[in-house]
């Protein structure tokens, strides 16, 4: 007998996140060592926040949100609150409820910023691979990174000539040899025009990693 495709909504679920994960999901171990580890670091989440005022976005479920992220290269932090909106993998992961709402792009964004302005990053990094079991779950198998997911320091607009560094003051004083003011810096992503300007590795170099270099892309390629 065929089953009639119909979609019927119930009044009330009684099914929780972690009823439905597996216990052989490969992050329940991982979400085990990364609770030991943000329960030590516990009291400087209580020395970053102040007693009054509105409740931030707890830092124990926004870190649980960045390690997904790099886990499964989610591009974008817009993108990751879609995930964690309707994903219920996600959502047992951090620490959400099946009917608790996600927080807003904005909001998730300035809580980030203002959580890793200081050290809590490298503190929470420490506190995990301190941790014995982890060591069970490291791997010496290569693997790759997706690039659109770097934020590229050297792009094309850092590439000057070698001869403008060369030819700075090194005297201290900020002026050039007739005593012009050095020319302002340029916006970090201000419009340069390349046309006509021909440029190499033995000319230009990258103003923001040295070690960058120019490439040329194979005739066929976008």
Known sequence: MRGSDIQTAGLFSYVSCEARVPSSHPLRPIRAIVDEA??????????????????????EKLLRALLLQAFYTIRSE???MEQMD???LFRWFVGLSMDAPIWDVT????NRERLLAGDIAA???AALLSQPR???????EHFSVDGTLIEAWA??????????TDGDDTDGSGAGSEGKQPPKPADRNSERDFHGE???????ASTTDPDARLYKKARGQA
Do not use: C
């Open 38 to 59: 943000l329960e030590v670091l516990s009291p400087d989440f209580e020395a970053m926040y102040s007693a009054i005022g509105r409740p931030s976005i707890p830092p």
């Open 78 to 80: 817009r993108q990751l």
């Open 86 to 88: 309707y994903n219920l």
């Open 107 to 110: 909001v998730f964004t300035k």
């Open 123 to 125: 503190k929470f990094l």
């Open 134 to 140: 982890v060591k069970a779950l490291l791997s010496d």
């Open 155 to 164: 792009s094309m607009k850092s590439f000057k000539p070698k001869d403008e």
């Open 198 to 204: 021909k440029r190499s590795n033995a000319t230009h």
